[in-house]
């Protein structure tokens, strides 16, 4: 027989080995049947010389034959439509009739089973669509396809070993190649624990685990190219493969909104600017002239210190508010008392009160447990509530600050006896840009200092809340949670709270802690 | 170590104007430089006690002259306190990043001449 390159298509087997079978089967009759009548001419029954001999014998011969292949094609019928079944799963094109799995006679001897496996070899369904392009694709072509897709995808997937090693990556993987050419997953984990390290804490404590992280970017904010991407991971402990981590490219739908953000720092840049200047040198002259100018002049001072100060904050509550419709407002939240957070702007207030001519009164006891709060952002609370109660009351009216212990919260609560507001409006109160019915004509303002200071004390976990009466003032109170009611849990959150670099959310210097102008 | 030589990088006039004149005052040797370039030369050429330094300036920005003198191997100013004051809001992470090199980081807007003096006071 001659070699041939190509591998032969399954159902060439059943062919040539059908035809043999035919082969043998006649081959084998024609032997009997001539034996038979030797034999017979032998013992003298018949004489081999008789032409009826020879009829009778091609007779029998004939009946024989006929009633062999019927026995022979019966009983190869599995083969053949086992091997038939396997061609058309191997997606070879043959003259083969396919068999349906649901045909009568498969059916009915049981074959069914067998049958249906088969299919289901070959990738199953479609069964009347065998011949189609798509499915004569062989084994090897699939696997070319699929590294096809990988490449082509825009879905990063990489697999990575139990050591943070990367196994694979297909090219949508953002990487970067280290100094000995290993490749290395290059995204930044800022406030999230990173890829290795949950891969490392894995290992030690989970058998399987996953992990989404959102808005994950590969480079810091201002570069070129910069990509933002969620991602997600498994981990399966022993597995070949133990981590397979998939990276979605969101660039185009969080980029916007980092723009965003960017205009508004900027502008705030720009505002701070001259603002620097002016309370700069208001403290200067104030300092220098000390003993040169009338009481008068230095109550003029005051004003014009106050009112920078108000502005300084309001610039603070316009990049806050931006942060947080934007998730960006990232509080780090620490060990710190109520008075301490008071006291980085008690000058301030206490300026303010008594430049704007009312009683400020403050009674936060010193034995209060301990809370947890950012206190650069908790101070702003404080200083937005005063600001309002000092907004909406009258020339000589006080303003009283208390704080009280509750269970797991220390309550603060910011009373004015002014102008009040109905009941409906109070609901309102908490909406950006709101304010209240008449304060529109009277007094001048954003309505955004309520907002990000409910948002800021929700951030901690604590809650806000207004009273008021129409024409005899309004009390509005926030919680914030006890130290020791969270601190197992910030403990756990880790990293970020341990060190003081990360403590403060507005001015700090290394071991002395936040700072308030 | 008690701090004597300041050096200050701050483009804006008047700001710049404002500290120099107060640390002056307070009896400290001030050197100030106006853009990103200078300053870092200066900060190369003369071990400051102190460093103020600003985050958008013109020609290098404050994040690269401390990438250049203490992101590397190295750090080149191992006598020198670092504090970079800004008005700019950085993002969290740039910010992380930053602070991670220096002995602080201050909102301009929020100190005044006075407040630096006790923060330098503080220092040392």
């Known amino acids: 027989m001659a070699t041939v390159a190509q591998p032969k298509p399954l159902h060439h087997f059943w062919t040539s080995y059908w035809r043999n079978l035919v082969f043998i089967s006649v081959s084998l009759q024609l032997i009997v049947v001539l034996s038979t009548v030797l034999l017979l001419d032998a013992t003298e029954a018949i004489s081999i010389l008789s032409l009826d001999t020879w009829a009778i014998a091609g007779g029998i011969f004939v009946i024989l034959l006929l009633l062999n292949l019927l026995i022979l094609r019966l009983a190869s019928r599995p083969l053949k439509y086992i091997i038939t079944a396997l061609s058309h799963a191997n997606g070879e094109e043959s003259r083969l009739k396919q068999i349906h799995v649901n045909d ?22 479609g069964s009347d669509h065998a011949a189609d392009g798509e499915d004569t694709t062989d084994v090897q072509a699939r696997a070319i396809r699929f590294d096809e897709a990988l490449e082509s995808s825009s879905t990063g997937i990489a697999f990575l070993d139990s050591k943070g090693r990367l196994l694979f990556r297909n090219p949508a993987v953002p990487t970067y190649t280290e100094t000995d050419d290993t490749p290395v997953i290059d995204v930044q984990f800022y406030n999230e624990i990173s890829l290795s390290d949950w891969i490392r804490e894995c290992e030690k404590k989970s058998v399987n685990a996953e992990k989404t992280w959102v808005r994950v970017a590969s480079k810091p904010a201002g570069e070129m190219d910069r990509k933002l991407y969620d991602m997600h991971a498994t981990y399966k402990k022993g597995s070949q493969v133990p981590v397979v981590a998939l990276f979605v490219e969101k660039t185009s739908e969080y980029m916007p909104e980092e723009n965003d953000l960017n205009f508004i720092a900027f502008a705030a840049h720009e505002l701070r600017g001259p603002i620097t200047v002016i309370r700069g040198y208001l403290d200067t002259l104030i300092d220098e002239l000390e003993g040169d100018i009338s009481h008068e002049q230095r109550e003029l001072f005051d004003r014009l210190v106050v009112s920078s100060n108000r502005l300084s904050s309001y610039i603070n509550n316009i990049l806050n508010s931006a942060k947080y419709d934007q998730r960006h407002l990232n509080l780090h939240l620490g060990e710190t008392s109520t008075l301490r957070i008071y006291g980085m702007i008690s000058d301030d207030m206490a300026l303010r ?34 600001d309002n109660a000092i907004k909406y009351s009258n020339e000589g009216g006080s303003v009283e600050v ?47 200092g309520l907002y990000i200071s409910k948002a800021i004390v929700e951030s901690h976990g604590g809650t806000m809340e207004a009273r008021s009466v129409e024409g005899v003032g309004s009390t509005f109170s926030f919680t914030l949670p006890t130290y020791a009611s969270v601190a197992s849990k910030l403990e756990k959150n880790g990293g970020s709270n341990k060190t003081l670099i990360n403590n403060h959310s507005g001015s700090w210097i290394k071991n002395h802690g936040a700072i308030r102008g | 170590m008690a701090i004597h030589s300041i050096l200050v990088i701050e483009d804006d006039r008047f700001i710049g104007e404002m500290y120099v004149r107060s640390l002056i005052k307070e009896g400290y040797a001030v050197d100030w430089m106006v853009d990103g370039n ?79 003096l006790s923060i330098i006071e503080e220092l040392n």
Do not use: C
């Open chain 1, 402 to 448: 208390r704080a009280v212990a509750h269970e797991h919260f220390v309550e603060v609560s910011v009373e004015d006896h002014g102008i009040g507001m109905p009941s409906n409006v109070v609901g309102n109160l908490f909406h950006k840009f709101y304010r209240s019915h008449r304060s529109r004509e009277t007094v001048a303002g954003t309505g955004i």
């Open chain 1, 104 to 125: 009568a006679w498969v059916q009915r001897v049981g074959m069914k089973p067998l049958m249906t496996f088969i299919h289901e070899l070959g990738g199953g369904g």
């Open chain 1, 353 to 386: 009160a008594r430049a704007q001519r009312r009683n400020l009164t403050v009674d936060i006891p010193t034995d209060l447990p301990n809370v947890a709060a950012d206190p650069a952002s908790a101070s702003e609370v404080f200083g937005n509530l005063i």
């Open chain 2, 38 to 116: 200078d300053g870092l030369v200066a900060a190369r050429n003369k071990e400051y006690d102190l460093m103020l330094l600003d985050v958008m300036l013109p020609e290098r920005r404050g994040t690269e002259i401390l990438k250049a003198l203490r992101g590397g191997k190295e750090n080149l100013v191992p006598n020198t306190k670092i504090i970079v004051m800004t008005n700019f809001e950085q993002d969290d992470e740039s910010r992380i990043a930053t602070e991670h090199d220096v002995d602080g980081y201050l909102i301009k807007a929020d100190i005044t001449p006075k407040k630096l």
